[in-house]
């Protein structure tokens, strides 16, 4: 079965700062990846996703995350925050075929300034 | 394209009332998904379907029911509405293996 553990519910970083949200998956097949993000009272938005091709991908925003195999991780960075990165962000993984996406619980993420 | 369109966006019920939250997507999209978001929780996958006709259970479905009688419709049935089924309810859809593109949600609060 699948899982997304997201670490910290919660980030608080100041403006210009790297921002670093972590993500780990359980996936007994390689994997699809994604981040998505949530403004507040909006629908989910993707950012990024990692499809077995480069295992660094480029995101929306000046957004990034790199695939590790090894670590099981995706990790999301950008190196220095904006007032409007405040959100809510969202790991998710599909195993390859035709399965739903199974999300961890997300990773509020607040700016300061 | 509208992409993924719900409504109502707002709804109050009375414990065991019923209602439909509807979800149309014109991406000719295959896939469909209902999702409810609680605090803390993430999106938890209620139900799905993989195409006009057939659908199947996520994570949640107890005290759900849904049909796909078409491409573009994906409805989602409350009986008997619950305190425990106030939520934000999302709906998404996606060709295949490839992006899920999700709906502006629907937030139901049962009293």
């Known amino acids: 079965a699948q899982s997304v553990t997201q670490l910290g519910s919660h980030v608080s970083v100041s403006e210009g700062a790297l921002v670093l949200l972590r993500c780990n998956y359980s996936?007994?097949?390689?994997?699809?990846l994604f981040w998505y993000v949530q403004y507040p009272n909006q629908g989910l938005q993707l950012l990024l996703k990692?499809?077995?091709?480069?295992?660094l991908v480029k995101g929306i925003n000046g957004f990034e995350a790199e695939f590790k195999k090894s670590e099981t991780s995706f990790h999301l960075t950008k190196p220095s925050a904006h007032m409007s990165d405040a959100a809510e962000y969202f790991c998710?993984?599909?195993?390859?075929?035709?399965?739903?996406?199974?999300f961890g619980k997300g990773t509020r993420l607040s700016v300061i300034a | 394209n509208a992409g993924v369109t719900q409504t109502p966006k707002f709804r109050i019920l009375k414990i065991g009332q019923s209602m439909t939250l509807q979800c149309t997507q014109d991406?000719?999209?295959?896939?469909m998904y209902w999702y409810r978001q609680d605090p803390g929780m993430g999106l938890k996958l209620i139900y799905y379907?993989?195409?006009?006709?057939?659908?199947d259970k996520g994570e949640v479905p107890n005290g759900y029911n849904v049909s796909r009688s078409t491409t573009e419709d994906f409805p989602l049935r409350l009986e008997l509405a619950a305190p425990s089924q106030t939520s934000v309810y999302f709906c998404?859809?996606?060709?295949?293996?490839?992006?899920?593109?999700f709906g502006p949600g629907t937030r139901l609060t049962v009293l």
């Open positions: 998404a859809s996606t060709l295949g293996v490839d992006t899920q593109y």
């Open positions: 996936s007994s097949v390689p994997p699809y």
């Open positions: 990692y499809t077995s091709a480069a295992t």
């Open positions: 998710a993984v599909r195993s390859a075929g035709n399965t739903p996406l199974v």
């Open positions: 991406m000719n999209h295959n896939y």
């Open positions: 379907s993989v195409g006009a006709g057939i659908t």
